[in-house]
């Protein structure tokens, strides 16, 4: 029997055990993928805004000053994030070498969610992160090194493990107060609404019906909702919809008017006026734009390389 070609447009549904994974959900939402990554030894680097980037030290020290925050020190074994995209600079001691590694992501809808999170997110190589940052590192680094059939991929993997690990330890470490929607992804109450909405963006939600997902009142729900992720509940569902469709504007040649019916517009004239109030742009427009291709990559540097090349 002939599928409808629509059957595949969006990722298969994830497995039981990720049933409220709303950190995962959110992830796949903004298209995170590992990108290049290149053994470093200079005495300075210079990033430039939108780099997102991970800096992990192998042998000495490294300092990075971003704009405004207190530089950060990394010895041997640390590891920095710095998923917002900062402008930054890394100065290194003489002996020093490090590993850095870019994250390609969809911007229109990582740049909210990304932009929750601090400039930088240091993990030490401590004996509480050793289990997990030493094996997956060693991993990288030894396929940069051997560069080996299936390489790229093993690397971006090994990148994707290290961003959600470092969001993970952050997140368990205290330093979280109102990182939006992190914040709510670690929470049991509110992780079940973020897995819902983000996994059913065109659902026409009401706050009754995602309150009963968090076992909450309506008002309590609200309340926790909104402290939590800093905006209403209707808010974040029009955002999660909008984003989607930017999505599917780029990555497929539906119509628009099917495209606002699949996020959940009862009308493509409603859904343009949304659209435009977001984006700054009608969908049509913004579907052929200069900037077609949504994914940030590291801009490159002046001598015309990227990481890894």
């Known amino acids: 029997m002939a ?3 629509e059957d595949f447009a969006d990722s298969p549904q994830p497995p039981a055990y990720g049933a409220h994974d709303a950190l995962s959900d959110v992830l796949q939402a903004i298209h995170l993928q590992g990108g290049e990554v290149l053994r470093q030894s200079s005495s300075c680097e210079r990033h430039p805004v939108g780099a997102r980037l991970l800096h992990l030290v192998e042998e000495g020290g490294i300092s990075v000053e971003v704009a405004g925050e207190k530089t950060v020190e990394l010895g041997a074994g640390d590891l920095v994030l710095l998923a917002r995209g900062d402008a930054h600079i890394v100065r290194a001691t003489p002996t020093a070498s490090w590993v850095t590694g870019e ?3 969809e911007s229109v809808v990582a740049a909210p969610l990304l932009g929750v999170l601090p400039p930088a997110i240091v993990i030490r190589g401590d004996a509480e992160s050793k289990a997990w940052l030493r094996p997956i590192s060693e991993l990288l680094v030894s396929e940069v090194i051997r560069s080996a059939p299936g390489a790229r991929v093993m690397v971006s993997r090994a990148l994707d493990l290290l961003f959600i690990w470092t969001l993970r330890s952050w997140a368990a470490s205290g330093e979280v107060r109102h ?6 992804a670690m929470d049991p109450v509110l992780a079940p609404v973020l897995t819902a909405v983000h996994r059913d963006p065109g659902r026409d939600w009401s706050v009754d019906e995602l309150a009963r997902l ?3 009142s309506r008002s309590a729900f609200a309340t926790r909702f909104a402290e939590s992720v800093g905006e209403t509940p209707g808010s974040y569902v029009q955002r999660c919809r909008l984003g989607h469709a930017a999505h599917l504007l780029r990555g497929t040649a539906d119509p628009v008017g099917r495209i606002a019916a699949r996020v959940g517009y009862i009308s493509e ?5 949304a659209f435009s109030r977001a984006y700054g742009s009608s969908p049509s427009a913004w579907r052929g734009g200069p900037d077609a291709d949504s994914f940030d990559r590291t801009p490159e540097r002046p001598g015309g390389s990227r990481p890894g090349r």
């Open 3 to 5: 599928e409808d070609p």
């Open 179 to 184: 990182a939006g929607w992190l914040t709510a």
């Open 103 to 105: 994250f390609l992501v």
């Open 214 to 216: 968090a076992s909450l």
């Open 269 to 273: 004239a409603a859904f343009s006026r």
